[in-house]
Antibody, heavy 120, light 107 residues
């Protein structure tokens, strides 16, 4: 059974940091690009960033709203994806989803999401 | 960045109806468009990629079309489980961008 399970969410103060994890199982993790997508309360979906697969040298892309503050990384030996979030502000409050992609717009699997709340 | 504009933002329909949602890109994106369905409190579900290719396991009641800047998602024979919010996503250029969503409600 394919699973993507996010963890690491919670309450953090403005200016703080948080690291999200996404544990993958049931598919060949190293073959997939991995994305983070977020959704602020009551709002639409926002793509956050991508880390490409091993064949594409694990290169990364980011949304302008998080570039320079967030870092996507992965450990293929652990089938894990990470999102390091620094300099958090209230606009980063959202449910964060990890998703796998084979490329070509095929987003195979999604995690259940993890809530990050940035508040004083 | 490529802006994606969906219309309508909300839509009321009845069981058995056929509905169409449109998505317009601010610049040409070829066929690099995907559609997603999201139900309250749940993760998005992939429906269509490449503007018109059905994701594995998605019923043929869903269909997509378009190329360039204008795209449509059509749902035939609406069932209660189809009432949800639908999003388009362009993946032609980074950053990827979603439409603002279309909430499909039961009339």
């Amino acid at each position: 059974e394919v699973q993507l399970v996010e963890s690491g969410g919670g309450l953090v103060q403005p200016g703080g940091s948080l690291r999200l994890s996404c544990a993958a199982s049931g598919f060949t993790f190293s073959d997939h690009h991995m994305d983070w997508v977020r959704q602020a309360p009551g709002k639409g979906l926002e793509w956050v960033g991508r880390i490409r697969n091993e064949a594409r040298s694990h290169t990364t892309e980011y949304a302008a709203s998080v570039k320079g503050r967030f870092t996507v990384s992965r450990d293929d030996s652990e089938n894990s994806l990470y999102l390091q979030m620094n300099s958090l502000n209230t606009e980063d409050t959202a449910v964060y989803y990890c998703a796998s992609s084979r490329g070509g717009g095929i987003f195979d699997y999604w995690g259940q999401g993890v809530l990050v709340t940035v508040s004083s | 960045d490529t802006q994606m504009t969906q219309s309508p933002s909300s839509l009321s329909a009845s069981v058995g109806d056929r509905v169409t949602i449109t998505c317009r890109a601010s610049q040409a994106i070829s066929n690099s468009l995907a559609w997603f369905q999201q139900k309250p409190g749940k993760a998005p579900k992939s429906l269509i990629y490449g503007a018109s290719s059905l994701q594995s396991g998605v019923p043929s009641k869903f269909s997509g079309s378009g190329s360039g800047t204008d795209f449509t998602l059509t749902l035939n024979g609406l069932q209660p489980e189809d009432f949800a919010t639908y999003y388009c996503l362009q993946y032609k250029t980074y950053p990827f961008t979603f439409g603002q969503g279309t909430k499909l409600e039961i009339k």
